[in-house]
C-alpha cells in the first residue's frame, strides 16, 4: 500500500530504483574504504593462512609439524590491480550484507500479507548471523585446512609447486562464500515449512539420505582426504541440518470442527 492506495507497477518500480540507489551508494562508500585499507588487510588477514605464524595453525599445533610457508607468485602483469579491485568489492559486499538484506526487506514487505510478516525480522536476522558465522568458519577452520593440504600436496619429487595469486584468491573467496551460504540452511528450512514445502517429519524421515548428501558435500568443499579435515567440515554442516529440524514451524493443528 502506498498513500492508502493499492501501490501500481509503476509505484513498485519507483521503489525498487531507490532501493538500487541507495544500496549502490552503500556499496560504493565501503568499495572505497575496502580499496583504501586493502594492502593492510591483504598482508593481515587475506595472506596469514600462507605462513607458519597464522594463529590457526599454532592452536593445531599438535596435527601441523615443521615449518610452513609459501610464496604467492604473480604471473600477469594486471593480476595485483584487479585482485585489489576484486578483493575490494568482495570485502564490501560482505560488510553491508546486513544494509542489503533491509533493503530486500523494504522491497518485499509491502507485498506480504500481516500472517507472512511474522518472524521475517528475526529471520533476516538470522541470515545475516549465519552468514558471516559461516565465512567465519570458512576463514579459520575450511580454508586452512584446505589450503595447507593442497599447499604441502606432491605427485612428484621432481615438480615444484608455486601457487599464483589468481588461483589463490579464487580459491579463498569460494571456500569462504560457499561456507557462508552453506549456512544459510536453517532460515531455508524455516522460510520452506512456513510455506508448507517441508515439515520436521519430512526432515526427520530424510535424515540418513541427508548425512550422505553432506559427507559428499564436504568432501567436495575440503578435497583433502584426511579424516580429520573431512569431519572438521561436516560435523557444523551436519548440526546446522538438526538445528534446521528444530527451526521448521510446526503446522497448524486442524480445526475440529472442519
Known sequence: MADGREMTFWDHLEVLRWSLFRTLGVVLVLFIAAFVLMPSIFDSA???????DFFVYKWLGGIFSGDFKVDIVNINVTAPFFTHMRTSFLMALVVGFPYLLVE????????????????M??????????FYLGCAVGYLVVFPLTFRFLAGYHIGTG????????????????????????FELPVL????????????????????????????????????????????VFLPLYLLYEVSILVVPAPAPEDPAE
Open 121 to 130: 525480522g528475526a529471520a533476516m536476522l538470522a541470515v545475516a548471523f549465519l
Open 104 to 119: 530486500v526487506w523494504l522491497f518485499v514487505k509491502p507485498a506480504l500479507y500481516s500472517n507472512e510478516k511474522k518472524g
Open 46 to 52: 587475506i595472506l596469514a593462512p600462507t605462513t607458519g
Open 189 to 232: 528450512a524455516w522460510v520452506l515449512g512456513k510455506f508448507g514445502i517441508v515439515n520436521k517429519q519430512l526432515l526427520r524421515k530424510w535424515r540418513r539420505y541427508a548425512i550422505v548428501a553432506l559427507l559428499v558435500l564436504a568432501a567436495v568443499i575440503t578435497p583433502t582426504g584426511d579424516p580429520f579435515t573431512l569431519s572438521v
Open 159 to 182: 615438480i615444484l609447486t608455486q601457487i599464483s595469486l589468481n588461483s589463490y584468491i579464487s580459491t579463498f573467496v569460494s571456500i569462504i562464500f560457499i561456507m557462508g551460504l552453506v
